[in-house]
């Protein structure tokens, strides 16, 4: 089975960083798109950042030029580098794993359907 297990979350106050880390099993991790998500309470989801397998990145406006998704294909491990955050980047981030097939949690974002999820890494920056 498809797991991913997310780390690295903390309290950081605002224009500090954090690196989240997602470690990855069960599947041949290079050869999908990962993403991390966020979530706060009473907001909807929102995609953070994508990188495909070919290493191309995308991010949403609020966070270009702060955060950086990375991968290591050989230790089935994603990454999100957060630099200069801010109260509002304060959510519950979530990693998950482009799906070929439909999935209960299936979310579509940038075109790709992530169907798999981590159980999140709370984040919380005080201002």
């Known amino acids: 089975q498809v797991q991913l297990v997310e780390s690295g979350g903390g309290s950081v106050q605002s224009g500090g960083s954090l690196r989240l880390s997602c470690a990855a099993s069960g599947y041949t991790y290079s050869s999908y798109s990962m993403g991390w998500f966020r979530q706060a309470p009473g907001k909807e989801r929102e995609g953070v950042a994508v990188?495909?397998?070919?290493?191309?990145?995308i991010y949403t406006d609020s966070v270009k030029g702060r955060f950086t998704i990375s991968q290591d294909n050989a230790k089935n491990t994603l990454y999100l580098q957060m630099n200069s955050l801010k109260p509002e980047d304060t959510a519950m981030y979530y990693c998950?794993?482009?799906?070929?097939?439909?999935?209960?949690?299936?979310?579509?974002?940038?075109?790709?359907?992530?169907?798999?999820w981590g159980r999140g890494t709370q984040v919380t920056v005080s201002s």
């Open positions: 990188i495909d397998s070919d290493g191309n990145t």
């Open positions: 998950a794993s482009e799906a070929k097939q439909r999935t209960l949690l299936g979310f579509v974002w940038r075109g790709v359907y992530f169907g798999y």
